[in-house]
């Protein structure tokens, strides 16, 4: 079954939401394959050396993206690795240049410039699933209106049956590698408002060999899907600052009065902060807010990198432990649906009534975002 249906292109199924490469809410056919020829555009001004061999390949990647190429993370990293290790970084190629609202590439040697290393690339192309999903037969009626839109021939030698072909893979032409000597990754477009935060934390990272990460910002914004695609990336265990509330015995007034009261962070800084940038074992307890108790005690995975998530997290308390600090905001009218969507009525009142009120007084009394802090505004369908 084919990826459109009136003209609308469908979701690759309920299944595929880990990773989605773009939200296909509202985008048609037609306005898909505009975008694409726009991007094709762009990259004919910026290599005239592109042939119709190039444009294959471009309309190939616009669509189906990364999947045909990867394999295990230590082979897809060794292989980038090589790749890398032959190239010089250079700052004046563009870090990312957009295939689609689904993929775009990642330039090999602007991220050695920016010191994001191949496991890092690796993990960006594993976490990369097409919430749409095309097939080939997409791609050849693609590519037949493309050679129609710029004036260029087919290829010779490009038969449908080559495209339909599972095992075919278009290739660039010799003029094109010549002058351009191409070297990127594939990777999903929803990454583009986030490849300076993963390059900033690679880089932490490489400096420090141990990093804490703090995700802050208002509810709703997109922080927890942010920390869960960073945990799969740098393979950090994620702490939320949601199980860290006061207990319902110590939600005085007094302290609902200190901006950013309501979160335990001393005991989240004492629990898990503190131990683990000594490089101990760290045991959590999670409070549950509903039944007003704490959970069974865990233990948290040893890493490299560690991301705390939530509102509250750059607290004196915590912030002192951070080596990356990102604050993750967006539209109110955006988040206010999020916030719809998934609470009650009941829970709603709530959040108008208490929740809202306490975040938007913590983030006046500490400035927030600030200085030294990352602020990060998706895409609205990011």
Known sequence: MGPMNG???????????????CEPEGLTKESFEREVLAHLREERLRRPKMGSQDAVKFVFQALLGVGHLLAAREAVTDRIAREMDGE?????????EKLSPCWCRLNL??????????????GLM???????????????????????????????GLAPASVLDESWLPSHSDAYRKAYR??????????LPYIGAVGKISRALRDKGRLLVTIDGPCASGKTTFAQRLSEVFGAPVVHTDDFVVPHAGKTPERLAIPGGNCDAERLAN??????????????????????????????????????????????ALSRY?????????????????LMNRESPAS????????????????????????GIDLIVPQQNA
Do not use: H
Request: net charge negative.
């Open 7 to 21: 003209g609308t292109i469908v979701p690759a199924g309920t299944g595929a939401a880990k990773g989605a490469a």
């Open 88 to 96: 010089e970084a250079d700052t004046a190629e563009l870090l990312c």
């Open 109 to 122: 040697r602007r991220a050695k410039a920016e010191q994001i290393t191949p496991d890092v690339i690796a």
């Open 126 to 156: 594993l976490t990369s699933q097409p919430a749409v999903r095309f097939m080939r037969k997409d791609v050849l009626e693609v590519i037949e209106r493309t050679g129609q839109w710029l004036g260029d021939a087919v290829p010779d």
């Open 182 to 191: 191409p070297a990127y990754r594939v990777i999903s477009s929803d990454w």
């Open 271 to 316: 629990e898990v902060a503190e131990p683990w940038s000594r490089g101990e074992t760290v045991r959590i307890r999670k409070y549950d807010c509903g039944s007003d108790r704490f959970l069974p005690e865990e233990t948290l995975p040893d890493s490299t990198v560690l991301i705390i998530e939530g509102c509250y997290c750059n607290l004196p």
């Open 322 to 338: 951070a080596g990356v600090k990102l604050f993750v905001d967006a539209p109110w009218e955006q988040r206010e649906q999020r």
């Open 348 to 371: 709603m009142k709530m959040f108008y009534k208490r929740w809202i009120p306490l975040e938007n007084a913590y983030f006046r009394a500490y400035g927030l975002p600030g200085e």
